[in-house]
Each structure stands twice: as structure tokens, then as C-alpha cells.
């Protein structure tokens, strides 16, 4: 990945692969509720996609300075498993675990590329990808730590 | 007519062009006395409507109306008094007995109108000249018509509290509750915020004229578990009680529990009327906790024929589980359940549906079914090594401790979490034996659970430890300790608003060993026994159902209610949710009945 757009086409496709990933176990879903909760997820995947696909036909920027704040609380989570029988926790565990991995891998790669243009780009995608994990660990700090 | 009476007028006339000796205006305008008792003010934004100012008005100047702006104002009746001048004698009643004290008087006694429905005005929205006067009659300070301060409360002293699982509370004598059933101003703001309307203003009075069977019934027409609401409500009713704005709240809760007291349940049956005419109409209720055993009084009350599936070997659900018994007596509860029973209610205790029973045989064999089955299944902190032994549940804890089991917690105990369960499970922990630290991820001022809760428990010695978050759960190699890694937090603002969050410090972090660790973090529903083709069909969102007109589901004659379908969670709630779902079924099986409305 040498240039903006392919850069822009790997996270794009990554985003499609997320939806893909929620709305096939939307399918295999069991509990009461399960298969909207993953619906959702899917929507919201979408959404990244879709405004990665602005930043590509350049309607919309990405904004690499902008400070993110990172709640930490799926950093100390054990790794769960996308079962059939899933739970809202686990779902949500998954969500922020993966956007916290995506986050990771686009802070790796923009430290390592020499061209401050494309390091601008890929940081842009990690803070896109750190207000994707806010998102999901806001959700989880509302609904499932309650009492906590 | 002689010539003299014949020029007379022209001579008046001759004088209509001199100076007049009246004046337009007969005397010079003084002011009134700085707190001379002139026209009403009323600061309409601090008034809440109660009514005080009208009741107590000996003339039947002040009426109470409908005001847009207040409409809807949690603990506000949206009403303002409308004032009678053409009645008023500025007597200043309503003023001293204004319970938010929002009503005064000013200075200014002049006013005059042409029309004289004009002297009708509802101060403070009609704009009016005094409205910001200073001046005028004010309730003195620290003078009240009621006395502000409850009658205090006989209880355990904490250290005594925590010697045994004795009921905390001692409850009113009479002569105390006649006192502070005195001080009921009888506004009935309380009645809408409950969420039953309980008929609080009447139940207060039948303590007054000692005439408690009204007050027992009076309670039991939206709520069948007054024993025990007596004892543990999260009393909603109190924190908008007007009396609470410039004194304490009316002892709401501990009234209801000394007119429960005052009368045995061998004489319940004569009081509450229980003949019951059969209708034909069979009904399964699931979950005998408070919810479905409310549900299950009023429909059999209705005379349907009510089987409650309960899992657990007696009923009560979490009242009986998860509330301690310092806090509710397990005879308190029976008192209730027992009469429930005794109209007719049939409860299969120790039957799981989906196992025992299966939920599609229920669908086919009664008419409706009302499910109500709560949360009953512990949260779980998913970090590393919660599987630890020695990490126990505190609804387990809980459990035990109900059912007269030792649940082994040690003598060194961290509790996990700020809501009620994590309360009672360290102030049982306390009670036996343990020294107990609570650690919670954000401020105590943000804990979920009851402030009376969290002062009791600090009162018992739990060791509150605010902004903690639990990372990792750790072996110490032996199997009677354990050892938890937590680190501080700071609290952040959300840049989208809504409370504070919490941000785990990696640089501070501490480890402490326990032999135990009890997780009480939340609770969520288990659903497992509706089968999916019907769990397709119903709304269910993060475990909870989303139930429409009176507890009705997607599916006809399936209705919802308590924790599992509302967000309070609490048993006030639940009661008034079976309550509903009751007349929701009655419309649903007898639509006849009705047609009319």
C-alpha cells in the first residue's frame, strides 16, 4: 500500500468485512434479541464505511490531530467467542476488541511509513478507528457496567 | 315662585368657573407597612402546585389551575392558585402554610379594575405590578404550621446492627405515627409519582383517625405487597413530598409499614373482602416475584383462575433472595404472599419453564400469560482469572444467606460494584464476621444503589474504595485467598455529554489479597425458556422487553412486566407494572366489558 487510495480501499474493505462479520452471526444469533443487537452493529460498520468512502471521494477529512479519549476498558477484557448463543457483554466485548485491534494496526503503520502525507492519512484512520472503539465502550460502560 | 328661586341656577353656574374646593383624588397615596398583608406573589417557578394554599383557605379565594408551562414537572402537580379578590381577607394562611414557600404578599393594596371578574388572577403568571415587590408579608424564618422535622426513626445502632440479621428498623409506635401522620399537608403530589398511586393522603389520614383497616385498604388497591413496600420501596413518593422543600419528607414508607403492623393477617380476609366470583378464565403467570405476584392478586381478585410457575422453592423473587433480612424480615414478606395466596393464587414452586414445563404447552393451555421473570443472572467482570474459586456472585451470596447457608465468604472480603446487590452483599459480609472493602469504578456520589444503602453500609464499616477498577483476578497459590489487581480511575467529561466516565490510570495501580471476592456488577435476564419462534415475535432489546399498552407484548396474549420490562428495576415498579398488566388482560379477555370506554 504506496498510495492515499489504497490505503483508504484496505480500511474501507476492512469496515465491509466487519458488517459481513456482524450480520452473519445476526443469523446464527439464538438469544431473545440477539440477531437486532448485531443488525445494529452491521449498520454502524456501514456507517464507517460509508464515511471512509466520503474521505475517498473527498467530500469529507480525516482529522489526524484530534485527541480521542480512550475509556481502556476493553484493554483488560479476556477475548470471548462469537458463539451461537452470544450475549449482549460478548458482543459488545468483540465490537471493542476489534475496533481496539484496527486502532493498533493503523497506529503501527503510520509509524513506520516514511511519507508524512500517507502518515497523515493512516493516523487519520486510527483516530477514526479510536472513535470506534469510544463508541462501543460507551455503550458498554452504559449497559453493561451499570451497577459498576 | 318668587324671582329669587327663579335666578337661582344662574347663579350656581356662575360658579362652575371657579376653582373647586374637591380634590380628583381625596387623599395623598401612602404605602403600605413593609409586611403589611397586600397582594399575593407567587414565585410560580419555585411553587410545585400542591394545593396547601387552597386547602387551607377558610374563604374559597384560592383555586388550583392548570398552568401550560409547569405541566409535566417531575413532582409538580402543574397547577397554580388562582386568587379571589372578590373573597380574599388577606388573612395570610396560605402563605404561612406554603410548603415550597413560594407564596408571599406585597405591600400594595390598591388596585382598581372596571371589571370585576378582572380581581380573579393566578399570581405569578398573570404579569402583575407587586410581582417583584419586596416588600409585604413573609413567613417568618423557622416558622412552620406543621412541624418540619420527621419523627425520628427507633433503629439499631450500627454496631449493634451488625451483630445479627435483626430487622434494622423498630417501626413507629402509634403515638409517633399519629405525629407524623400529622404533618401531612394531604397534597397528594406523592400519589403521581409513585409508581402504583398508592392513595398516600387518604392511607396518612386513616392513621390519623386510627382507622386502620381503611388504610389497609386503602393500600391494597394498587398494592398487595405493603408489608414489605412498608419496609424496603425506594420511596419516590418522599423525594417529592412539598413538606421535604423547606423540612423533612413525611415518613411516607415507615406510615405504610405501621398501618401494616397494626393489623393481623388472621383479620385480613373480613377486612379486604375477599369473595371472588369465577369468570371462566385460566391464566399462567411466570415468576412469582413481586411483578408476577401482583399480577396474580388482582386478576384472581378479578376472578380468573391464576397458576404462578415459580423456580425457586418458595416465592418472593428477588425480595426474598436478594434483599437481606435486616432490611426485609422473611415474616414481613410472608405477610404479604400469604394473603395473596390465600385468595386463590396456585403456586407451582421448584418448576422451571422450558424444563418442568414447556412454554408452548402454557401458550396452548391458558388464555393469557403474563411473564415476569426479573434478572436473575449475575453479570460477569470478563477479566482474567474470574474464574477463580474464590470469586463468588454476590446474588449467590445473597441466596445463600436467605436460605440459611454458610456461603464461606472468610474474613477479608472486596465487594465489586455500587448498586443494592453490591450493598447487601457487603453489609452481609459484615454481619458475618468480614471486614469488606466495596470498590467501585466512579464516585460514590454516582453509585447506582439506594443513598440510604450506601450511609448504612458506611455507617457498618465497609471500607468504600471510589474510583477503583478491577483489571485482573489473580492466584495466591492457596485455595482460601485470592488476589485482585485494580488501578485508580480519573474521571473524564464524555465530549458527548452524560455523566462523567471513568479512565483507568496504568500508572496506578495496587494489588490486594482477599479470601474472597464477591462480584456484584449487575444482573441481566434469562430468556433460554420462550422458544425462538416466539422470541422472533416479541421486542426484546439488550434483554428487556419493550412492552406497549397495559404490559401488552407483539404477541396478543402475552404480556410483560417487573425488572425484565422496565428500567427501574425496583419492586414498586414491578407491582404497579403486574397491576397494569392485570386490567390489560381483563380488557384483553373481556373486550365486552369494555365497550363503552
Known amino acids: ?148 | 315662585m318668587s324671582l329669587k328661586d327663579l335666578l337661582s341656577p344662574f347663579f350656581v353656574w356662575q360658579r362652575a368657573f371657579e376653582k373647586p374646593w374637591t380634590n380628583m383624588r381625596p387623599i395623598e397615596e401612602r404605602p403600605g407597612a413593609p409586611a403589611y398583608r397586600g397582594f399575593h406573589i407567587n414565585l410560580a417557578d419555585s411553587c410545585i402546585g400542591c394545593g396547601s394554599c387552597h386547602s387551607i383557605c377558610q374563604n374559597e379565594a384560592i383555586d388550583m389551575v392548570p398552568v401550560e408551562e409547569f405541566s409535566g414537572r417531575p413532582g409538580d402537580s402543574g397547577l397554580r392558585p388562582r386568587f379571589d379578590y372578590g373573597r380574599c381577607c388577606w388573612c395570610a394562611l396560605c402563605v404561612d402554610i406554603c410548603t415550597a414557600n413560594s407564596l408571599h404578599m406585597s405591600n400594595e393594596y390598591t388596585w382598581l379594575a372596571r371589571d370585576p371578574t378582572d380581581y380573579h388572577f393566578t399570581a405569578g403568571v398573570e404579569e402583575k405590578p407587586w410581582q417583584d415587590s419586596e416588600l409585604g408579608y413573609h413567613r417568618a424564618e423557622g416558622y412552620h404550621l406543621y412541624p418540619p422535622k420527621r419523627i425520628d426513626m427507633d433503629m439499631l445502632t450500627a454496631d449493634e446492627s451488625v451483630q445479627s440479621f435483626d430487622e434494622v428498623v423498630n417501626g413507629y409506635s402509634e403515638e409517633q405515627a399519629k405525629l407524623e401522620a400529622d404533618r401531612c399537608v394531604e397534597c397528594g403530589i406523592c400519589v403521581a409519582t409513585c409508581p402504583a398511586h398508592m392513595d398516600v393522603p387518604d392511607y396518612i389520614r386513616s392513621i390519623r383517625d386510627g382507622d386502620f383497616e381503611t388504610g389497609l385498604q386503602l393500600m391494597y388497591r394498587t398494592n398487595p405487597f405493603p408489608a414489605t413496600c412498608g419496609r424496603i420501596c425506594t420511596h419516590r413518593c418522599e423525594e417529592v413530598c412539598p413538606v421535604g422543600i423547606t423540612g423533612q419528607p413525611i415518613a411516607i414508607r415507615w406510615l405504610k409499614r405501621f398501618i401494616v403492623d397494626q393489623v393481623d393477617s388472621i383479620d385480613y380476609a373480613r377486612i379486604l373482602d375477599s369473595e371472588i366470583i369465577e369468570n371462566g378464565h385460566k391464566v399462567a403467570v411466570i415468576g412469582a416475584g413481586p411483578g408476577g405476584l401482583s399480577a396474580a392478586y388482582y386478576l384472581r381478585k378479578k376472578g380468573y383462575s391464576v397458576t404462578v410457575y415459580e423456580s425457586q422453592e418458595t416465592g418472593g423473587g428477588m425480595l426474598r433472595y436478594g434483599v437481606p433480612s435486616y432490611r426485609l424480615p422473611d415474616d414481613a414478606l410472608d405477610k404479604d404472599i400469604d394473603y395473596i395466596i390465600s385468595v386463590g393464587v396456585d403456586i407451582r414452586y421448584n418448576t422451571i419453564i422450558g424444563k418442568d414445563v414447556m412454554f408452548e404447552d402454557l401458550l396452548g393451555e391458558y388464555d393469557a400469560i403474563f411473564l415476569s421473570t426479573g434478572l436473575s443472572v449475575p453479570s460477569s467482570m470478563r477479566i482474567n482469572g474470574e474464574d477463580h474459586p474464590r470469586v463468588l456472585s454476590g446474588l449467590q451470596v445473597l441466596a445463600d444467606v436467605a436460605r440459611g447457608k454458610d456461603p464461606g465468604i472468610g474474613r477479608k472480603v472486596a465487594v465489586i460494584g455500587g448498586g443494592n446487590v453490591a450493598m447487601d452483599a457487603a453489609r452481609v459480609s459484615r454481619r458475618l464476621g468480614a471486614d469488606v472493602d466495596i470498590l467501585y469504578r466512579r464516585r460514590i456520589s454516582e453509585m447506582p444503589a439506594d443513598p440510604e444503602e450506601i450511609k448504612e453500609s458506611q455507617e457498618e464499616k465497609c471500607n468504600l474504595v471510589e474510583k477503583a477498577i478491577p483489571v485482573e483476578i489473580m492466584d495466591t497459590g492457596s485455595k482460601k485467598q485470592v488476589t485482585i489487581k485494580w488501578g485508580e480511575a480519573e474521571m473524564v467529561q464524555d465530549p458527548k455529554g452524560g455523566r462523567p466516565r471513568p479512565v483507568l490510570q496504568e500508572d496506578r495501580m495496587h494489588t490486594e489479597t482477599y479470601d474472597c471476592i464477591i462480584s456484584a456488577i449487575g444482573q441481566g435476564s434469562n430468556l433460554d425458556f420462550i422458544t425462538p419462534a416466539v422470541q422472533e415475535q416479541l421486542a426484546i432489546e439488550w434483554g428487556k422487553f419493550t412492552p406497549g399498552e397495559y404490559q401488552r407484548s407483539e404477541l396478543e396474549k402475552i404480556f410483560v412486566g417487573g425488572d425484565v420490562a422496565n428500567r427501574t428495576a425496583d419492586a414498586i415498579s414491578a407491582i404497579e407494572d403486574g397491576h397494569h398488566a392485570a386490567r390489560g388482560i381483563d380488557r384483553f379477555l373481556k373486550p365486552g366489558a369494555y365497550a363503552e370506554n
Open chain 1, 1 to 148: 500500500m504506496n498510495t492515499v487510495d489504497e490505503i483508504l480501499d484496505y480500511a474501507i474493505e476492512q469496515e465491509q468485512q466487519a458488517a459481513d462479520f456482524y450480520a452473519e452471526l445476526a443469523l446464527r444469533a439464538e438469544k431473545a434479541g440477539m440477531k437486532q443487537v448485531l443488525l445494529d452493529f452491521a449498520d454502524e460498520e456501514m456507517s464507517h464505511k460509508k464515511r471512509l468512502l466520503a474521505v475517498k471521494n473527498g467530500k469529507h477529512e480525516l482529522t489526524p490531530e484530534e485527541e480521542v479519549l480512550d475509556l481502556k476498558i476493553s484493554d483488560y477484557l479476556v477475548e470471548v467467542d462469537a458463539t451461537d448463543d452470544i450475549s449482549y457483554q460478548d458482543a459488545l466485548i468483540i465490537a471493542m476488541k476489534r475496533e481496539r485491534a484496527a486502532y493498533e494496526l493503523y497506529t503501527d503503520m503510520a509509524a513506520n511509513i516514511p511519507d508524512s502525507h500517507l502518515k497523515e492519512v493512516i493516523t487519520g484512520l486510527a483516530k477514526e478507528e479510536a472513535k470506534h472503539k469510544l463508541f462501543f465502550e460507551s455503550e458498554y460502560d452504559d449497559r453493561v457496567l451499570m451497577d459498576n
